[in-house]
C-alpha cells in the first residue's frame, strides 16, 4: 500500500469517527433534555420529614444532649432537649440548638419552624424546669446565623441571636449559666 493511501484511510477514518462522536452527543443529550438537565448533587437533595422517618432523622444529628420529647405537625418540629446534672454547658447547648435549626431548615425541605426548648430535669424530683426556649422560623435570620450560635462562647447570648431565634432565657438559665460565669 502506498503511503498517500494510508494517510487518506486515517484521515478518512478519523473524520468519520469524529462525526459519529458527535452525533452520538447530540442523541443523547436530546434523550436526557438537552441544555435543560441539570447535574444532581447531594447537597441539593433535601429530605421531607415525616411521621415514618421522624426517628431515623432525629437520631442522626448525634446530639449530646439527649432528646426528652418530640412532635411533628404540619411543619412545625417541636423538641425538648433534656439536661441534667451541672455537666452539661451553655457551649454544648448552643451546638446542639445550632444542629437541630441547621437540620431542620438546611437538610429538610418541609419544616418552616422549629420550637425548640432546654429543659432541666431535677433527678431526685422527677420534675422538669425550663431553661432556655427558641422559636426558630424559615428565612429570618441571615445564613451565618447558625454558624454563630454554634460558636457562641457567652452564656450571655447576643440582642441579635435571640431576635433571629426568638430566644428566651428563664431565670434558672441565669442562674445557672450566667452567674456562675461572673463570679
Known amino acids: 500500500m502506498k503511503p498517500r493511501m494510508i494517510v487518506t484511510a486515517s484521515l478518512l477514518a478519523t473524520v468519520t469517527a469524529v462525526f459519529l462522536l458527535v452525533a452520538v452527543q447530540t442523541l443523547h443529550m436530546r434523550t436526557l433534555g438537552g441544555e435543560r438537565a441539570q447535574p444532581v448533587t447531594a447537597a441539593e437533595q433535601k429530605q421531607e420529614l415525616s411521621d415514618e422517618n421522624l426517628v431515623d432523622v432525629l437520631s442522626s444529628m448525634h446530639l449530646t444532649t439527649p432528646i426528652a420529647k418530640v412532635e411533628w405537625k404540619q411543619s412545625i418540629l417541636k423538641l425538648d432537649l433534656k439536661v441534667t446534672g451541672t455537666e452539661t454547658s451553655y457551649t454544648e447547648i448552643y451546638a446542639n440548638m445550632a444542629a437541630v435549626a441547621e437540620l431542620g431548615f438546611h437538610s429538610l425541605d418541609n419544616v418552616e419552624q422549629v420550637l425548640l426548648r432546654v429543659m432541666a430535669e431535677d433527678e431526685w424530683l422527677h420534675k422538669r424546669h425550663l431553661l432556655l426556649a427558641a422559636d426558630i422560623r424559615r428565612n429570618e435570620w441571615p445564613t451565618d446565623a447558625i454558624d454563630a450560635l454554634r460558636n457562641w462562647k457567652s452564656p450571655v447570648i447576643s440582642g441579635e441571636l ?13 442562674k445557672q449559666f450566667e452567674m456562675l460565669n461572673e463570679g
Open 162 to 174: 435571640k431576635e433571629w431565634f426568638h430566644i428566651m432565657e428563664t431565670d434558672l438559665w441565669k
